[in-house]
T-cell receptor
Framework: GAVVSQHPSWVICKSGTSVKIECRSL??????MFWYRQFPKQSLMLMAT?????????EQGVEKDKFLINHASLTLSTLTVTSAHPEDSSFYIC????????????FGPGTRLLVL | DAKTTQPPSMDCAEGRAANLPCNHS???????VYWYRQIHSQGPQYIIH???NNETNEMASLIITEDRKSSTLILPHATLRDTAVYYC?????????????????FGQGTILTVHP
């Protein structure tokens, strides 16, 4: 069964609005979660690393003020796309490593965002 | 983390073995080979990983060459539901620490199409 969930699974919003996406680890605690973005026919690109209790670490070229990340608990990270524009339309996916020495990562089902 | 090279696409008949190659000629001693797959419009799914020994689980087998410069993912009896993009990823052991801890860098992967 799924071990990482995302909500919502899809969202349509108007340009200029903000959208919050939740990522939850269902049966394990995750001090670190990762946020990816995937455009059509492209591979996943890491956006940022979400750290519980501290600031997120953003990849080069990702605007931290536009993509706000909050990791307030050991099972929840949120990504807020602020002032969304059509070019932000994408498939957003989170992942979390289950705590084990081999650190297999589990991915959420993804959230499809369409900005009109 | 070392880069990987995979063929962009492959076909396989249902019921036959699917052998997906991956080149990672710059792999270093503490880097593992991971395989994930992504079925259309879903989050990636972990398949298998290994360091230098061949590995097998309920999903697949992973064959790593003795020099570790390449590997092959084997789906022994492919089904239509195995149609997906398969990603070969090389990354450092979690115990290596450093800023790359936990990150997965996705390449373009191999689009595997299983046909009846």
């Amino acid at each position: 069964g799924a071990v990482v969930s995302q909500h919502p699974s899809w969202v349509i919003c108007k340009s200029g609005t903000s959208v919050k996406i939740e990522c939850r680890s269902l049966d394990f605690q995750a001090t670190t979660m990762f946020w990816y973005r995937q455009f059509p026919k492209q591979s996943l690109m890491l956006m940022a690393t979400s750290n519980e209790g501290s600031k997120a670490t953003y990849e080069q070229g990702v605007e931290k003020d536009k993509f706000l990340i909050n990791h307030a608990s050991l099972t929840l990270s949120t990504l807020t796309v602020t002032s969304a524009h059509p070019e932000d339309s994408s498939f957003y996916i989170c992942s979390a490593p289950r705590t084990s020495w081999q650190e297999t990562q589990y991915f959420g089902p993804g959230t499809r965002l369409l900005v009109l | 983390d070392a880069k990987t090279t995979q063929p962009p696409s492959m076909d396989c008949a249902e019921g036959r073995a699917a052998n997906l190659p991956c080149n990672h000629s710059t792999i270093s001693g503490n880097e593992y080979v991971y395989w994930y797959r992504q079925i259309h419009s879903q989050g990636p799914q972990y398949i298998i990983h290994g360091l230098k020994n061949n590995e097998t689980n309920e999903m697949a087998s992973l064959i790593i060459t003795e020099d570790r410069k390449s590997s092959t993912l084997i789906l022994p009896h492919a089904t239509l539901r195995d149609t997906a993009v398969y990603y070969c990823i090389v990354r450092s052991s979690p115990n290596a620490g450093g800023t790359s801890y936990g990150k997965l860098t996705f390449g373009q992967g191999t689009i595997l199409t299983v046909h009846p």
